[in-house]
């Protein structure tokens, strides 16, 4: 099991490129760590969003698009990944709209939760 | 609760009753009038501006057997998840997206619920 936290290089990013690379063959991938929007301790890798183009979603519905995604990075969202939220487009709607959606704030679940902070905190030190 | 007592196979079959009762069937973190995350809370807030405001809501966050267990259900490894008429429709991203290219619209109108921004 491969660490969650990458301090100096990202781990995770490098894997979830690679996978869907492999399954996807995208003609545009963006792959954006959002974990620091969240409440988890800093460098971890938990929230992410792809922005994934590829030919191989044409003539399929959204939640196929974003099954084939789910399905390629299968492993990581049953451990490290904890939040991935996914553009699915065919390489005409990108070059049409060729823009990155925005995450929404996070609300805290544990954010609000000041036990868990201090937690947080105690871990760094 | 009563809930940690049943099988897993008695909740997949529970799930499949849950999310035919109601037309609209949200599971989420948090309830829709204190989300607790984000990704909740767009859906609780583009569902507010279809009008769409009676729906079945379930927190995850109070019961770790039902979150995992709807993510084996539909076999969608996030959540929110929406469902329509018993048919998952998907989470917070597709929600979206099916509100900015107006197939929420449509979709809602199938249910037989005329979205508030048609008037």
């Known amino acids: 099991m491969w660490s969650c936290l990458g301090q100096f290089s990202s781990v995770t990013i490098e894997l979830i490129i690679s996978k869907l690379t492999d399954t996807l063959e995208p003609v545009h991938l963006e792959v954006h760590n959002e974990s620091h929007m969240h409440a988890v301790p800093p460098g971890s890798e938990s929230h992410f969003r792809v922005l994934v183009v590829s030919s191989q979603f044409e003539g399929l519905s959204l939640i196929k698009r974003h099954r084939l995604v789910n399905e390629a990075l299968k492993k990581e969202l049953s451990s490290c990944v904890h939040a991935l939220s996914i553009q699915a487009k065919t390489p005409e709607q990108w070059r049409s709209n060729p823009s990155l959606a925005k995450s929404p704030p996070c609300m805290g679940g544990s954010r609000g939760d000041h036990t868990v902070e201090e937690k947080l905190k105690a871990g760094r030190e | ?119």
């Open chain 2, 1 to 119: 609760s009563a809930r940690f007592l049943c099988a897993s196979a008695d909740l997949q079959k529970d799930l499949g009753e849950m999310v035919k009762k109601d037309k609209v069937v949200v599971f989420m973190k948090g309830t829709p009038a204190q989300p607790m995350c984000g990704f909740s809370n767009a859906v609780v807030q583009i569902l507010r501006m279809h009008g769409v405001d009676d729906y079945a809501s379930y927190n995850v966050l109070e019961d770790s057997e039902l979150r995992e267990g709807v993510k084996t259900f539909s076999n969608w490894p996030t959540i929110p998840q929406v469902y329509f008429s018993g048919e998952f429709v998907g989470g917070c991203d597709i929600l979206l997206q099916m509100h900015q290219n107006g197939d929420l619209v449509e979709e809602l109108k199938k249910l037989g619920i005329s979205s508030a921004l048609l008037e």
